[in-house]
């Protein structure tokens, strides 16, 4: 992280209770979620700086200091009773849990009479904004959006290189808005020093108050550059910004414009509102309601293929069905909830294989395309990359002619960017191609899906960068100057082992496709939120590539055999990009030899029939044409709020063999995760998953549980009256703070009217409960969400006669209610034993 300069002074400003000023900003930053940039954008939970408390706890302090609400609304509960997605019985148990016996329809009018005089007291009998606190907002946003661009403005903020702190002293005395007195008049040259000054008439053991209550002020902005200064990156490199200058900017215009920045008083925590306890029994019924009739299925499926399975094993035939069953091919996708969708209707038109891995395909890098001027972590949020790829020219005739394409493309580009953006000539800009954009707007609006066949055709007609390029995976170079480039033999056989030892797979077809994704939208600043999560929110095609280029090595292969992973001669991988927007699936296959394209050529035309089937099913009777048809229209409409839903809906996460899921419609909602216990007796595969994708799933549930329950704290608006600013976010209107979470469009179907039911993850695990136990213990910030109630988690024990075990805390498990008499009261062990 690059930090700006500090002086010795202000290493040891120290508090009464042994803390630095340092310290004591960094723990009050944790009151606001890291924000991406939002061309890579990354779901995250809003609240993730409170995941170390309960959940009902963290969400009335959420409300404090954030203003959001940590609960869905009355009407939203009475909509899911009324459409059976809650139990009654489930609901009367969590009532009762609560203390309560009265009429569920009698506490949810009770608890909309609460909402309503909560907002009656918010629109008129608390005290008004403070101008003045109003007025800093305005300054220091201005200065933020200006410093924190990433290449959007014509025109840079003077001496950004030298890091915010020191720009803002820099234009502060030529800025008419800023009075010239106090200490912004005359700021330290660090700004821990400024901020001492600012502090000094309030007591030294509530800064952290102050300091919390500061970055809860603009949690957009805050957010953004926390997340900068934590992650590094080329722009922080460039123009670095820390928490602590942010904050000494802030004090500073406080200060000048005098605004008393005094900590509220202490408390004991927060207050428990009963309206909060009436709406998480709701919400839990709610949960238990969906969660129980996942693992009824799931318990269903692995007790009948666990008999299936024992009647091969005493055949002596293998699981797969031996060499002569091989399928046609073997797919990988991603476990986004969207590939739940196509890799059953994928399954459906013939003899396929389909299975479920993180979308980065476990090879953490650092990806620069061809001819791109940046590179992008390839990678989760809580992974760093390890490896520098780039694409690389392969030998190919087509090199020169996409060349020249590409670079007549890129000027073409610059020119007319230039010419639109430059104040000098915009205008003369616009008056004179007005009639070209005139037809472009109309096509895009009356026509959409013309255009999407002329822009698709247009890609067909020029060779993409697949076609003529490769992952550079092969050429090894560790020169010490970041990260290494490319991988060692080691290296590659350790990403591909571990691919397959996290799935379980223990026979392979003669095709393999690693399958990453992608969305394609027109006008859409948040179309990164529909990429891969598990790419940062990047497309997954670069990530696959690498993957399909190291199983194909054939040093990769014979490494993987030593390690007791035998993958045929005729064996041969090949890469893939799902447009979850078309559901296309484009097959990077420019290394397919010849005695493949029969089956290729099979699993083209079936992946072109699978595509119609799931259109189909996501259009729905909303499609007034075919739905392959409409899929395009929406992915060409420039003017299209929801070109696609993403991952609204999620709500469930399974892992455990295919077999168990493969006949059984989740409706897009649940993440899939390919893993066999009986190929992992150590439990490190589990440990993986649990403590990776687990995790990262929960984040993307909480982004859309909370973007849904309160979308004006902690999503981003309607995408009607977004205003993109510097490449890094957007406001609603012409400024303010940078809205942190997922549009309307992306939640909720109408006004008032969810499309995303909020409910918290549930994770089921196909695993002996045993073995889940040892892994939790082992992985405290795991099971501190699990035990803060964050997610659930329930296990199907195929050692123990398929039954379901629900965690209870303190790496406790209860047998689920239909195993237990009475119901009320589930028996509570450390660790499981058989009745």
Known sequence: MNAEPTTQDDADAIGRDGDTIEDDVEAAATAVGSVWPVHSFVTANPLAGFEDRPFDEAVSRATDLLGGRGYPRAETFQAALDEGRIDPDLLDAELTDQGYDADPEALLERL???????????????????????????????WLSAFLDEGLAEWAMPNREAGFYDAFRSVAAYDDDIPSEGLVADLPASPTEAIESAMEPYPRDRWAAVFEAQFAALPGWAGLLKQRAEDGGAWQSAYPITLEGY????????????????????????AVDPSDEIADAFLSAWEATYRDGLVERVAAESEARGGEREAREADGARADGGASG?????????????????????????NYETHGYAGFFGVPMEYTGYDADVSVDACPPIVDPQHRVSEVPAEDDTRASRDRWGTLREAAGEVVETLRSNPATAFSFVEGAGSGYGLALAARTLVPGRVYDLLDGADDAVPGDHEFCEPGVHEHDDSGRGLPRGLTRDE????????????????????????GHAAKTANNPYDSSLDCGACAGNPGGPNARALAAICNDPEVKAGLRERGIDVPD????????HNTTTDEIELYDGDVPDSHAADLERLRSDLDAARERAAAERTGGEAEGPAVRETERRAADWAETRPEWGLAGNAGFVVGPRELTSDIDLDGRAFLHSYDWSTDPDGD????????????TQWINAQYYFSTVDNAAYGSGSKVTHNPVGNVGVYQGNGGDLMTGLPLQSVMAAAGEPYHQPL??????????????????DNEAVTGLLDNDWLSLTVVDPTRGHRAFEYEGELAWAPTPEE????????????????
């Open 820 to 835: 237990t008499e009475p119901r009320a009261e589930p028996r509570k062990t450390p660790a499981v034993a058989d009745d």
């Open 760 to 777: 918290r993850l549930s994770t089921v695990v196909h695993a002996p409960v045993d073995r889940v136990t040892d892994v939790l213990a």
């Open 247 to 270: 904050l000494a900017a802030r004090l500073a215009l406080a200060d000048a414009f005098g605004v008393d920045v005094s900590p509220p008083a202490d408390s004991d925590g927060p």
């Open 685 to 696: 595969a589990l440990e993986a998953i649990l403590a990776g994708p687990m995790v990262v």
């Open 570 to 577: 005729d064996t041969v991988f090949l890469a893939a990009e």
């Open 112 to 142: 909309e009479n609460t909402e309503g005089a909560e907002e009656s007291s918010g629109a008129g009998d608390t005290e008004a904004p403070d101008p003045a606190a109003e007025r800093v907002d305005r300054v220091l946003t201005k």
């Open 326 to 350: 091989r399928p046609d091919a073997q797919l990988v996708f991603c476990i986004d909830t969207r590939s739940e969708v196509i890799r059953r209707h994928v399954e459906a038109t013939g």
């Open 492 to 515: 590659k056989v350790e990403y591909a082992a571990t691919a397959f030892e996290l799935m379980g797979w223990e026979a392979f077809g003669r095709l393999v496709v690693f399958t």
